[in-house]
């Protein structure tokens, strides 16, 4: 097998120009600093890729060296935005977990999982697994914080374990995420009701959210991304998402988009009950940048349309749902 050759800035940036993108010699300051595998990342949905006899040939197709450089940087600023709208959600759902623990099991009930789990659902082994390696991480977490309130007597077991209110607070997204996944249907749904969703579509929107979180928080392509588990989606949904079609004549089946678009709207829907004044400023802007007044950019990221991309949030943000008694 050939190795990869060295290039230098010029020669990178002429490999561009070459399969067919559209680029300046100004360019060659943004090929220094970011690099040329990030940048034909982030280029590649936009490309043309073709197989002949092995060979792998990539064709650009006129797009503009800049284009990519807004995707690269859009992406980074979303990833910021939506990590800031994620930690609102996180710290609503611990609070509401640590809220419904503590009230039915008081300050220390929480560590026996069986007590608040789905026992129909989940074997006693299952159960006591996920209890063992919970709070084995948190005795971790307690022993490395420096809060004040770890000091004061009241709020520690004989085994050094913090309150409900203390302890849920300190636990890893995932963590939270596997105590939501476990528990009792009707604890779950104390804490589902809130958000105005069933107690499935809550636990497979934060497993969602989980892998979103780790995406943004490591610095990996979020624009691009395509769930490989697709979470629970509304029927209203599909007003604004773009459908996938599989299949021959009258076997054809249409499939929601597995992209961003479907992240975006989870999120929208779960920081409405927190904060209904939430500001989508940010977020938007960034979906519009990088739709550039282009349906197929819009396709890209999972929007059946420019107008769906352009308003997403607000369109979202207005959507009722009556809430269940």
Known sequence: MEAPVALSWEEQLALFKNRGM????????????????RLKEFARPLSTISKNND????????????????????DKNLRIYLLHAIEKIEVSI?????YVLGKNYGAFGYLNFSSWSNRRKYTKFQIEKEQFSIKKRLLKI????QSSEMHIEKNLDTDGFPSVWLGIDLLM??????????????????????YNCTNEELVSWMKCLNFIRNICAHNSNLVDIKL??????RKYWSKYLYFIESGRDEKIVKK???????????IVELVKQINPKYKWKDIQSSIRNLCKENDERAYLLGFNSLESAKNITLLIKNETRPKKA
């Open 228 to 233: 490989t588990t697709k979470p629970k989606i």
């Open 22 to 37: 559209t680029v300046t010699d100004n360019d060659i300051d943004k090929i220094k600093n970011i690099s040329y595998y």
């Open 142 to 145: 307690v022993k490395r914080n």
């Open 256 to 266: 929601p988009t597995n992209r961003l678009s479907v992240v975006i709207i989870i």
């Open 94 to 98: 611990k609070t509401r977990i640590s």
């Open 173 to 194: 997204f995932g963590d939270i995420v596997t105590i939501l996944e476990i528990m009792s249907e009707s604890n779950l749904k104390s804490i589902s009701s809130y």
């Open 55 to 74: 060979k792998i040939s990539i064709s650009y197709n006129g797009v503009e060296f800049k284009e990519v450089i807004t995707r690269y940087y859009q």
